[in-house]
């Protein structure tokens, strides 16, 4: 019986950590200006788009919570819709016009860096900083 109980409590802690759930606090610093809005897309390992959210810039600065995410690898890239016009401006030479960013607060030399530059892991509630560029 005792060796029952056990197990039961053993099966309960690890379906429990098995299915735990984080939550990520995403700041972003040092916005150029107030104007438009930060657009976020987060990324499983697989480079799905799971989450993908608008948000006001305020004191040069905009917050994102994400809630129920599972333990594993996840990627993040955003950039400020300055015009609100749902798109990431670009120069002729087809340079961002507007600023933008990825987790890690990784740059690419000539586009965007290797996705796997961008991934982190989640293993309990986080908070990440970034700073785009411009």
Not at 45 to 70: A, H, T, V
Not at 98 to 123: D, M, R
């Amino acid at each position: 019986m005792k060796r029952v109980s056990l197990t039961c409590i053993a099966l309960i802690v690890l379906s429990c950590v098995g299915f735990s759930q984080f939550k990520l606090e995403i700041e972003i610093i040092d916005i150029k200006n107030n104007n438009g809005k930060i657009m976020l897309q987060v990324f499983d390992e697989l480079e799905n788009i799971l989450i993908q959210e608008m948000d006001i810039i305020k004191n040069r600065k905009c917050s994102f919570s994400i809630k129920s995410l599972k333990k594993g690898k996840y990627a993040i890239r955003y950039y400020h819709d300055e015009n609100l016009n749902g798109l990431m401006d670009t120069n002729l030479l087809e340079k961002p016009t507007e600023g933008y960013g990825f987790s890690n607060n990784v740059t690419g030399k000539f586009g965007p860096p290797p996705f796997e530059k961008w991934l982190f892991e989640i293993k309990k509630d986080s908070k990440l900083r970034l700073i785009p560029t411009y």
